[in-house]
């Protein structure tokens, strides 16, 4: 036990000197705080794990060609396996990417796969997280501190090398870039929660990490002004900037962040996007229903990984439900994310069921339903004593010459008792995730 409770400090020392913070604003100020690690790993077989990989290849494939059908042609809709108005009435929808096809088809290079595994072992799948999924670093340069603060740790244990997470990166951008321009990490800047993750990234690809600022547009082509002002081309941008502030001219017009102009040379096929512009129509929360339904469209299979069993109130039928069982059940805004819009019946009074009840028959497109998996605890180290905490996995997807899963992932895990929410942005800490290769 002192050797993990060693352990522990020592890694969250080093991630501390190194500036490895999670950022969330608060009350409209911004705060910078440790995202704590835990020393006892999550521990997934190599047969489970290939169970994993199987399904969140053809679940990412699956979601790629939705993306592409869904901003062209539209046979999903037009034969009615989605609804069209809860297409359009998505805030992740963006007429302004309609006839858009990214370089290679290539919609998803980057997925966020959040799951949970519930307590008869299966998998259940919460969320796709398809537009700036953030959190592989974390993992990496946790295990790389434990490597040189405690070498004994990995003696003997044959898990998968979680360090080649970069060249998967760096590979998948290579893939896509136009022509033989430079590799761009483009970020908001240091206030954004993920700023860490920017610049280790930008490190290991060798990529230039590029602010606001740093890039402009002529004649429908992206460069990158360096020092005296010389200007170099630019082939891919792993944007780390939301779709609503990458280009003022075209989205949000009082952007800072973004890079005016850059939807022409996007349309034009002058630069490759990480990921791509309009992706939040499938991280919609409310089409992760129907992501089963996509993967037997368009790949004609059975889902290899089910949602978590999910109830839309825009059909009568589901919202009839919800409102029979809204005690029971945890609902959640669609356009939400990070475990903000969360809210679990069984810890609401009656005012407050009352009032979710009625926002749900106003405006039913806006919330999901979901029942309340009980999903696995793990085992943390709380001070000198080990407890248990609910804990998820977010899962890497990345699409370049193929769709590769990076055999690792970030165990995310709550720090109160009893609670399901086991964000970063909502105090949550993380623990490395050690996937055998026997």
Same mark, same amino acid.
């Given at each position: 036990?002192?050797?993990?409770?060693? &352990?522990?400090?020592?890694?969250?020392?080093?991630?501390?000197?190194?500036?490895?913070?999670?950022?969330?604003?608060? %009350?409209?100020?911004?705060?910078?705080?440790?995202?704590?690690?835990?020393?006892?790993?999550?521990?997934?077989?190599?047969?489970?794990?290939?169970?994993?990989?199987? %399904?969140?290849?053809?679940?990412?494939?699956?979601?790629?060609?939705?993306?592409?059908?869904?901003?062209?042609?539209?046979?999903?809709?037009?034969?009615?396996?989605?609804?069209?108005?809860?297409?359009?009435?998505?805030?992740?929808?963006?007429?302004?990417?309609?006839?858009?096809?990214?370089?290679?088809?290539?919609?998803?290079?980057?997925? #966020?796969?959040?799951?949970?595994?519930?307590?008869?072992?299966?998998?259940?799948?919460?969320?796709?997280?398809?537009?700036?999924?953030?959190?592989?670093?974390?993992?990496?340069?946790?295990?790389?501190?434990?490597?040189?603060?405690?070498?004994?740790?990995?003696?003997? +244990?044959?898990?998968?090398?979680?360090?080649?997470?970069?060249?998967?990166?760096?590979?998948?951008?290579?893939?896509?870039?136009?022509?033989? %321009?430079?590799?761009?990490?483009?970020?908001?800047?240091?206030?954004?929660?993920?700023?860490?993750?920017?610049?280790?990234?930008?490190?290991?690809?060798?990529?230039?990490?590029?602010?606001?600022?740093?890039?402009?547009?002529?004649?429908?082509?992206?460069?990158?002004?360096?020092?005296?002002?010389?200007?170099?081309?630019?082939?891919?941008?792993?944007?780390?900037?939301?779709?609503?502030?990458?280009?003022?001219?075209?989205?949000?017009?009082?952007?800072?962040?973004?890079?005016?102009?850059?939807?022409?040379?996007?349309?034009?096929?002058? +630069?490759?996007?990480?990921?791509?512009?309009?992706?939040?129509?499938?991280?919609?929360?409310?089409?992760?229903?129907?992501?089963?339904?996509?993967?037997?469209?368009?790949?004609?299979?059975?889902?290899?990984?089910?949602?978590?069993?999910?109830?839309?109130?825009?059909?009568?039928?589901?919202?009839?439900?919800?409102?029979?069982?809204?005690?029971?059940?945890?609902?959640?805004?669609?356009?939400?994310?990070?475990?903000?819009?969360?809210?679990?019946?069984?810890?609401?009074?009656?005012?407050?069921?009352?009032?979710?009840?009625?926002?749900?028959?106003?405006?039913?497109?806006?919330?999901?339903?979901?029942?309340?998996?009980?999903?696995?605890?793990?085992?943390?180290?709380?001070?000198?004593?080990?407890?248990?905490?609910?804990?998820?996995?977010?899962?890497?997807?990345?699409? %370049?010459?193929?769709?590769?899963?990076?055999?690792?992932?970030?165990?995310?895990?709550?720090? &109160?008792?009893?609670?399901?929410?086991?964000?970063?942005? &909502? #105090?949550?800490?993380?623990?490395?995730?050690?996937?055998?290769?026997?």
């Amino acid at each position: 036990m002192q050797a993990l409770i060693d &352990q522990r400090e020592a890694v969250n020392k080093w991630l501390e000197r190194f500036g490895v913070r999670f950022g969330i604003y608060k %009350g409209g100020v911004f705060h910078e705080q440790l995202f704590p690690f835990d020393p006892v790993p999550r521990v997934i077989h190599k047969k489970e794990w290939e169970f994993i990989r199987n %399904g969140l290849i053809q679940r990412v494939k699956a979601l790629n060609m939705f993306l592409e059908d869904v901003y062209n042609e539209k046979k999903i809709v037009k034969e009615n396996v989605i609804p069209e108005e809860f297409i359009y009435s998505s805030k992740g929808y963006l007429p302004q990417c309609e006839g858009i096809i990214p370089p290679k088809h290539i919609y998803t290079h980057i997925s #966020g796969i959040d799951l949970v595994q519930s307590k008869d072992g299966s998998w259940i799948i919460l969320e796709d997280n398809l537009r700036i999924p953030s959190g592989a670093s974390y993992p990496i340069i946790a295990r790389t501190i434990t490597r040189k603060v405690s070498p004994h740790t990995f003696e003997n +244990i044959h898990i998968s090398d979680n360090r080649d997470y970069a060249t998967l990166l760096s590979e998948m951008m290579d893939n896509v870039k136009i022509g033989d %321009g430079m590799s761009v990490i483009l970020t908001p800047g240091r206030y954004n929660s993920a700023f860490f993750e920017h610049s280790y990234f930008a490190e290991k690809t060798g990529a230039t990490l590029a602010f606001p600022g740093d890039l402009i547009v002529e004649d429908d082509k992206v460069y990158y002004k360096g020092l005296f002002n010389v200007r170099e081309r630019v082939g891919v941008i792993y944007r780390r900037v939301s779709d609503e502030y990458l280009d003022p001219m075209v989205f949000e017009k009082s952007s800072l962040l973004g890079v005016p102009n850059i939807m022409r040379a996007y349309a034009k096929g002058n +630069i490759a996007i990480v990921n791509a512009i309009g992706n939040g129509i499938a991280d919609d929360k409310g089409l992760c229903y129907f992501v089963p339904k996509m993967i037997e469209y368009y790949l004609g299979e059975t889902p290899i990984l089910q949602n978590a069993p999910t109830y839309l109130p825009y059909y009568e039928q589901d919202k009839k439900y919800i409102l029979d069982n809204l005690h029971t059940l945890v609902i959640k805004d669609v356009a939400e994310a990070g475990g903000y819009g969360v809210m679990f019946g069984r810890d609401m009074n009656s005012e407050q069921l009352s009032n979710i009840r009625q926002l749900i028959i106003d405006q039913p497109r806006r919330w999901i339903a979901q029942e309340v998996i009980d999903f696995i605890d793990l085992e943390v180290l709380e001070g000198s004593t080990k407890v248990w905490r609910k804990a998820d996995l977010r899962a890497f997807v990345l699409y %370049g010459s193929e769709i590769k899963v990076w055999s690792s992932g970030l165990t995310r895990f709550s720090r &109160q008792a009893d609670s399901f929410v086991v964000n970063s942005s &909502q #105090g949550g800490g993380f623990k490395d995730t050690w996937v055998m290769k026997e």
